[in-house]
Structure formats: C-alpha cells, structure tokens
C-alpha cells in the first residue's frame, strides 16, 4: 500500500441539528476504528488550537483513498481534504536497514 499524507478540515454546515453532528461524530470514530485495523489509517494528530487533523493514511493508490477509504467516513460529506502522495525518503529513521 502507498502513503498519503491527509489534511482535513470539517466544517458542520450551519442549522444542522446537534444530534446530527453527535451521531455523525459518533459513527466516525467507529468507522476510523475500522480503518486502522484494516491498515488503512495509519496514524492521526490535531493541531494544537486547531479544528482540523492531519494524517498518514494507506491505500493501493489514490483513487482507492477517495472512494473507499475517505469516501466512506461519515463526516466526509462535511469535509474539506487536501491530499499529498508520499515515498520513503532515504534518511527515513524508521527505514530498515535492508533497503526498505
């Protein structure tokens, strides 16, 4: 699977219900849950101070990212995503020794 480095930005769109956004919150962290197990999310952080996460996320290519990967994340529909492909630089510490 290839890397991506995912930014992404939700923003609830004005008048929506609080137990819309609760629900949709809710199922989000399930349907992260899952994705992590599958290998897909990688690993997660939010910016100190700010409503937005940045992310390593794995996919055979970046098509697949969109549509089944992202796409499937409930809050997807309230997001703004800014996508940037990854390789393995050669000063990678977490590179193996053995060309990997």
């Given at each position: 699977m290839k890397e991506f480095l995912v930014e992404i930005t939700?923003?609830?769109?004005?008048?929506?219900?609080?137990?819309?956004?609760?629900r949709r919150r809710a199922d989000e962290a399930v349907r992260a849950a899952e994705l992590a197990a599958t290998g897909h999310l990688y690993r997660l952080w939010r910016p100190v101070g700010e409503l937005r996460s940045v992310g390593v996320w794995c996919a055979a290519d970046e098509a697949e990212l969109h549509e089944k990967v992202l796409g499937t994340l409930p809050l997807r529909p309230w997001m703004a995503v800014h996508v940037t492909a990854l390789e393995p630089?050669?000063?990678?510490?977490?590179?193996?020794?053995?060309?990997?």
């Open positions: 939700t923003t609830i769109p004005e008048g929506t219900e609080q137990a819309e956004v609760d630089h050669p000063n990678d510490p977490g590179r193996t020794h053995d060309g990997g």
